[in-house]
């Protein structure tokens, strides 16, 4: 077997214990100097923006939390012993992919260049070509294409032949769960939000490839990743059992973490008025209104005023039942 000091991600590693899992670590100086980047760059337009700022405090500290749990995870022992260890490999996966974009986006990062950057940023930001790519359509296919294409294919291998790939993995699956979670969870000011009933059936449906992925290497019969699997250390699990345990994550670990999110924003829908007012989209809105001016009298402009939870909107609605109810009675 080959020497492991030669190995990308594997030389000089000792058996993982609780102590190392908390002292290992690596400064990884690009990616250090890439998250002072986007922290001052991102503080700079808030402070740019200043009092007209819509973001508020607690979605900066959320941002900054992103960032932070970014070099985090490439820097401490989960980014260390991922090519060692195949479920460590699935840990970092979901930390990059999920909990590290959910952050990001809940900051508003769009927005804050809109308002602090250059008059021309918040063109671009405010452009069709933006709104395309931040589609949730866009995002749902490129979560899937990075899902598959990273584990059922030969990547594995191919980035245990290259290490400068796992860098492009790492920034591929933060890019994939921020386009995946900008127009689900996001509540950007630059670009139109879907529907939160749309948002929440979508976040559903991105479960689909980590469920199916999750399935293929937790019933694997076989090592799917042999060069990658071959140039483990001595000490490291089994090697079906490493993909086993990592499928397992994979499928658990992806379908809760995405879960979580889809409670998190029917929470968020039910305790907000405005947000429930866009439960269903801009159609079924209308039709409200529709409904509201014909049985209160009403134009359709004044009716959008009305508080659905209003006594004047429950007026409205049991006049409506009650000339239902006499069309019914009228019926031979």
Same mark, same amino acid.
């Given at each position: 077997?080959?020497?492991?000091?030669e190995?990308?991600?594997?030389g000089?590693?000792?058996?993982?214990?609780w102590?190392?899992?908390?002292?290992?670590?690596?400064?990884?100086?690009?990616?250090?100097?890439?998250?002072?980047?986007?922290?001052?760059?991102?503080?700079?337009?808030?402070?740019?923006?200043?009092?007209?700022?819509?973001?508020?405090?607690?979605r900066?500290?959320?941002?900054?939390?992103?960032?932070?749990?970014?070099?985090? *995870?490439?820097?401490?022992?989960?980014?260390?012993?991922?090519?060692?260890?195949?479920?460590?490999?699935?840990?970092m996966?979901?930390?990059?992919?999920? /909990?590290?974009?959910?952050l990001?986006?809940?900051?508003?990062?769009?927005?804050?260049?809109?308002?602090?950057?250059?008059?021309?940023?918040?063109? /671009?930001?405010?452009?069709?070509?933006?709104?395309?790519?931040?589609?949730?359509? *866009?995002?749902?296919? /490129?979560?899937?294409?990075?899902?598959v294409?990273?584990?059922?294919t030969?990547?594995?291998?191919?980035?245990a032949r290259?290490?400068?790939?796992?860098?492009?993995?790492?920034?591929?699956y933060?890019?994939?769960?921020?386009?995946?979670?900008?127009p689900?969870?996001?509540?950007?000011?630059?670009?139109?939000?879907p529907?939160?009933?749309?948002?929440?059936?979508?976040?559903?449906a991105?479960?689909?490839?980590?469920?199916?992925?999750?399935?293929?290497?937790?019933?694997a019969?076989?090592?799917?990743?042999?060069?990658?699997?071959?140039?483990?250390?001595s000490?490291?699990?089994?090697?079906?059992?490493?993909?086993?345990?990592?499928?397992?994550?994979?499928?658990?670990g992806?379908?809760?973490?995405?879960?979580?999110?889809?409670?998190?924003?029917?929470?968020?829908?039910?305790?907000?008025?405005?947000?429930?007012?866009?439960?269903?989209?801009?159609?079924?809105?209308?039709?409200?209104?529709?409904?509201?001016?014909?049985?209160?009298?009403?134009?359709?402009?004044?009716a959008?005023d009305?508080?659905?939870?209003?006594d004047e909107?429950?007026?409205a609605?049991n006049?409506?039942?009650?000339?239902?109810?006499e069309r019914?009675?009228?019926?031979?």
């Amino acid at each position: 077997m080959p020497d492991m000091s030669e190995m990308p991600g594997t030389g000089g590693l000792e058996p993982l214990t609780w102590g190392r899992f908390f002292g290992t670590w690596d400064i990884h100086l690009g990616w250090l100097i890439g998250a002072v980047v986007l922290l001052v760059g991102y503080l700079l337009a808030w402070s740019a923006a200043g009092a007209s700022s819509t973001v508020r405090t607690w979605r900066v500290a959320s941002f900054v939390t992103g960032v932070v749990l970014l070099w985090v *995870t490439v820097s401490s022992a989960i980014g260390a012993y991922a090519m060692a260890l195949f479920w460590m490999h699935m840990v970092m996966h979901l930390l990059l992919i999920m /909990v590290v974009p959910a952050l990001l986006v809940l900051g508003h990062p769009l927005t804050v260049l809109a308002e602090g950057g250059p008059p021309v940023v918040g063109r /671009v930001l405010r452009s069709r070509a933006t709104w395309l790519l931040t589609h949730q359509v *866009t995002g749902v296919v /490129v979560y899937t294409v990075v899902i598959v294409g990273t584990h059922l294919t030969g990547f594995m291998d191919a980035m245990a032949r290259h290490g400068w790939l796992m860098w492009g993995e790492q920034i591929l699956y933060v890019v994939a769960g921020w386009l995946l979670l900008t127009p689900l969870i996001g509540e950007e000011s630059v670009r139109a939000n879907p529907p939160y009933l749309l948002r929440i059936l979508v976040l559903v449906a991105a479960m689909i490839p980590d469920t199916i992925v999750g399935i293929v290497l937790l019933q694997a019969g076989t090592v799917p990743f042999p060069v990658l699997m071959g140039r483990r250390p001595s000490w490291a699990l089994d090697a079906l059992s490493d993909v086993h345990t990592a499928g397992g994550l994979m499928w658990a670990g992806g379908d809760g973490l995405m879960m979580f999110i889809a409670v998190g924003l029917m929470i968020s829908v039910i305790t907000s008025p405005g947000r429930r007012l866009k439960m269903t989209g801009a159609w079924l809105d209308g039709a409200r209104r529709a409904a509201l001016a014909a049985h209160s009298g009403g134009s359709d402009d004044a009716a959008a005023d009305v508080d659905p939870d209003s006594d004047e909107a429950h007026d409205a609605y049991n006049r409506m039942l009650a000339q239902l109810r006499e069309r019914e009675r009228g019926r031979p």
